[in-house]
């Protein structure tokens, strides 16, 4: 049997740190929301760094490498219909001589 990562949305937890500002403790909020020790720590950590958008992505640390994939698929595409131009080109300025 595989364990199964959850994936938990920016509102959960927004909510689960504003109910630790309220003064529930974190013991309690780990046992309520079934969260490791050091989880509620790390939201609030990713909180204060960039407070903007404290957490980017869907969960997945592998968000940046498929983004990563997608560019350099599409750098590849324009870099084939670049040469492919260029050689329209060439051949377009051979014939009109």
Same mark, same amino acid.
């Given at each position: 049997? +595989? !364990? #199964? *990562?959850?994936?938990? +949305?920016?509102?959960? #937890?927004? $909510?689960?740190? %504003? &109910?630790?500002? $309220?003064?529930? +403790? /974190?013991?309690?909020?780990? *046992? *309520?929301? &079934?969260? %490791?020790? =050091?989880? /509620?720590?790390?939201?609030?950590?990713?909180?204060? $760094?960039?407070? %903007?958008?404290?957490?980017?992505?869907? =969960? %997945?640390?592998?968000?940046?490498?498929?983004?990563?994939?997608?560019? &350099?698929? !599409? /750098? =590849?595409? $324009?870099?084939?219909?670049?040469?492919?131009?260029?050689?329209?080109?060439?051949? !377009?300025? =051979?014939?009109?001589?």
């Amino acid at each position: 049997m +595989s !364990l #199964k *990562r959850r994936v938990f +949305s920016n509102e959960f #937890k927004l $909510q689960v740190l %504003s &109910e630790e500002d $309220q003064g529930v +403790s /974190i013991p309690e909020l780990n *046992r *309520r929301y &079934e969260l %490791s020790t =050091g989880m /509620i720590a790390k939201w609030r950590r990713q909180l204060k $760094q960039t407070p %903007s958008n404290p957490f980017p992505g869907k =969960g %997945s640390r592998n968000t940046d490498k498929a983004r990563m994939a997608e560019m &350099e698929r !599409l /750098i =590849g595409r $324009q870099a084939m219909e670049i040469d492919f131009l260029k050689n329209a080109l060439h051949r !377009l300025k =051979g014939t009109e001589n």
